[in-house]
Structure formats: structure tokens, C-alpha cells
């Protein structure tokens, strides 16, 4: 089974850039498509964007203009950055593995989250 | 506001049927299938249930989905009392475009 594992810098302050790794572990990028999703403390779910193996994005259309995800398949690893951040995006921030299926994928492997704190 | 609206807590006892539903509009349940979570505390959430009745791997057949226009129902046969978790429906969207999440339901055994 692969093993996603998160990490980056885990305390910002207002307005600085969030840059999150995620490293695929015991697995090939291929085949599949990689989300990033954020949770806040207490809170439901919220879904940021994906990108596919070979580079291909969506974003959350709430989040787009401050969000980027890439992918560096050599690395085998895709990666968040989030600017202009503010203390509502404080949360821990999943990356998961998305399978795709007759419709729009599903989200079916998630790594631990990663606590991304801001302070103002 | 979660764009899929899901009741925010349900309870049983064990050996209950419990359902949880899950209801949106066209353009997400509507148009696309819908996918189960469970989330206990301090931990990841865990695929359950995916395209609207599959169950995941090594989840147990007590666990059954549906779907039906723009709702779904996740509903948990003999209930236990490791049932106890967070349920977490979700689908994607045509518009506007994306993978959108029901608020939760905590369930209480």
C-alpha cells in the first residue's frame, strides 16, 4: 500500500505563501490523479484542487487564484502552494489519491494530514 | 455552508439500522456518483463507500450505499459500537467545476 506523507513548513504568518510537499511512497504517480484537501480544527472537509500525473489541474474555483499544485513525477511527489494566506486557512491539510472511475475519480487513499497554522 | 447537505448527527444502538442521508442538486448528485468517508477523531478519513454502492476494500458488508436523483443514503446494518465516527459524503460538481463534501454527520452509537 502507498504511503503518503505531507511536509512543509507548519507555521505562517498573514499573508505569507504556503508550500506543502507530499512524497508518494511504495508507489508509481501513474495511473491515478493527486488531491490536496484541508480540513480546519473542528470543521468538515474542503477540497482544494488535483492534478493528474502528467500535469493536468483543477482547483477549487474559491481558492484558484491563490492556488497552485504541481507534480514532479522524477521526485515522485506533487506539491501545494498557497498564497496570501490568512488565518481562516488555518487547518490540517491532507494530500490524497484520487482513482479515476466512469464519472469524476474518487478520493481513496489519504495521507495524514499536515497542521498548517497562521498567525495574524 | 457545505454544498451538499448532510444532518449534522444521527444515534442508534447496537444492532440498529441507521441511515445518513446526503442531498444536493443537479449539476453534483444529480450528475455524478457519490462517494462515503468515515473519519474518527485525530485521524484521516477512510474511503467507505464509492460510485454510489461499492463498498472499499475490507469494509464491512453492513456498510451499503444508494443513490437516487439528487440524494444519496449511506445506511449501516447492525450497528456497532466502533461505528461511532464522523460520515462524510461527497461528489463532484459541474457547476461551478469541482469535488465538493457534505458538512458531516456524527454519528453516536
Known amino acids: 500500500q502507498e504511503h503518503l506523507q505531507p511536509w512543509g513548513a507548519g507555521l505562517l504568518k498573514a499573508s505569507e505563501t504556503l508550500s506543502l510537499t507530499c512524497s508518494v511512497y511504495d508507489g508509481s504517480l501513474s495511473g491515478y490523479f493527486w488531491i490536496w484537501i484541508r480540513q480546519p480544527p473542528g470543521k468538515g472537509l474542503e477540497w482544494i484542487g488535483e492534478?493528474?500525473?502528467?500535469?493536468?489541474?483543477n482547483y477549487n474555483p474559491s481558492l484558484k487564484s491563490r492556488v497552485t499544485i504541481s507534480v514532479d513525477t522524477s521526485k515522485n511527489q506533487f506539491s501545494l502552494e498557497m498564497t496570501s494566506m490568512t488565518a481562516a486557512d488555518t487547518a490540517l491539510y491532507y494530500c490524497?489519491?484520487?482513482?479515476?472511475?466512469?464519472?469524476?475519480?474518487?478520493?481513496?487513499?489519504w495521507g495524514q494530514g499536515s497542521l498548517v497554522t497562521v498567525s495574524s | 455552508q457545505s454544498v451538499l447537505t448532510q444532518p449534522p448527527s444521527a444515534s442508534g444502538t447496537p444492532g440498529q439500522r441507521v441511515t445518513i442521508s446526503c442531498s444536493g442538486t443537479y449539476s453534483n448528485i444529480g450528475s455524478n456518483a457519490v462517494n462515503w468517508y468515515q473519519q474518527f477523531p485525530g485521524t484521516a478519513p477512510k474511503l467507505l463507500i464509492f460510485?454510489?454502492?461499492q463498498r472499499a476494500s475490507g469494509v464491512p458488508e453492513r456498510f451499503s450505499g444508494s443513490k437516487s436523483g439528487k440524494s444519496a443514503s449511506l445506511v449501516i446494518n447492525g450497528l456497532q459500537s466502533e461505528d461511532e465516527a464522523i460520515y462524510y459524503c461527497?461528489?463532484?460538481?459541474?457547476?461551478?467545476?469541482?469535488?465538493?463534501f457534505g458538512g458531516g454527520t456524527s454519528l453516536t452509537v
Open positions: 460510485t454510489n454502492h
Open positions: 492534478i493528474s500525473h502528467r500535469g493536468g489541474t
Open positions: 461527497a461528489t463532484w460538481d459541474d457547476n461551478p467545476t469541482g469535488r465538493v
Open positions: 490524497v489519491r484520487g482513482v479515476y472511475d466512469a464519472y469524476s475519480g474518487y478520493a481513496d487513499y
